[in-house]
């Protein structure tokens, strides 16, 4: 895979410098971590802070969901590589303005373990800390264990829920549970088609033959759940809405979210052939689409394939959904 990259060990740092330079006024980096980015026009008095973070290799997750009515801050790790406790530390700090800070991140063992150690560091100088990690992904583990499932494109309805709620100048439990809602209530799958490579690796992280595809493989190239022969558009399309319509269970009459999102190399024609095949399963199970989103939210660099997140709606996380937001990075596809 050729890339159009300087030295490797440099790939994170010069998107970061890029990303400052080309959207000034958005994102300042935090004086003692520059790789801790909280929104430049700074923490809100009397409002909740929200902090995330996790590997880079997904923009726009998790960077891109920092701004109004979304997330406060961002600590950013090396390529799928979490950030170190002492960067998410320095985020807490700086989105912290009296209310708190929710700690909003994918369930992912290393992401984990840094948000914890520093919830604890941040309690211990008086901060509040909440935390709500995302586990979205069906392929991941089976329902009676949903706790253990990896964060993935679900997280937006995430951001967007507790961000809206966070807003409007609810309290840091309100806003906890709104995430944690919003975590309850979404599903996710996907399918690779392609591998993605880590400039610092230099090789693929994973291998398909021509033709083939991966259902449910995670987003740093985990593996999935089942390998087989590449369907077509309305096959697969029909294999994910059906996983995931069962795991919740969405039921007929349900009003949803639907989020078609491509993980990095697929086109948007191509994911708005799998949007009118998930629109049309949908209505065969009499779910009624509220909102439809279509791009790249959530990605693994150069990985081919796509995800669809479903979210279940009621008249509260619709209210949050439709409220405005904004950020340079984040798509404002559906009326966002």
Known sequence: MQKIINDPEDFVDEVLDGILLAHPGWLRAVEEEPRALVR??????????????????????????????????????????????RQMLAVTRAVDAGAGVLHLYGNY????LHFETAAEQAEAEGIAVRSVRVCDDVASAPAANRSDRRGVAGIVFA???????????????AVTATAA????????????????????????????DA??????????GEPGVRRGPLARADEI???????????????????????????????????????????????????????????????????????VSLLRLDDERTRLLDAPAYSPLFRQGGGW
Do not use: W
């Open 211 to 220: 033709g083939e595809m991966e259902l449910g493989m995670g987003i740093h």
């Open 181 to 208: 809602d919003a975590v309850a209530n979404t599903r996710s799958l996907g399918v690779a088609l392609a591998p993605s490579t880590v400039p610092t690796a230099g090789r693929p992280t994973f291998t398909l």
């Open 237 to 307: 399309t029909a294999d994910l809405v059906d996983t995931i319509v069962a795991d919740l269970p969405f039921v007929a009459g349900d009003r949803v979210a639907v989020l078609v999102n491509g993980l990095g190399a697929t086109p948007l024609e191509e994911l708005y052939v799998v949007y009118r095949a998930v629109r049309r399963r949908l209505d065969g199970y009499d779910i009624t689409v509220h909102r439809g989103y279509v791009g790249e939210y959530a990605t693994s660099l150069e990985m081919a394939g796509c995800s």
């Open 159 to 173: 951001y967007k829920l507790a961000g809206a709620r966070a807003a409007e100048g609810a309290d840091l439990d």
């Open 40 to 85: 430049a026009a700074g923490a809100i008095p009397g409002k909740v802070g929200i902090a995330t973070g996790g590997g880079s290799g997904h923009l726009p997750v998790f960077l891109g969901y920092v701004g109004e009515g979304l997330a406060d801050g961002v600590a950013v790790g090396n390529v799928f590589a979490s950030p170190s406790a």
């Open 109 to 112: 063992q290393g992401d984990t």
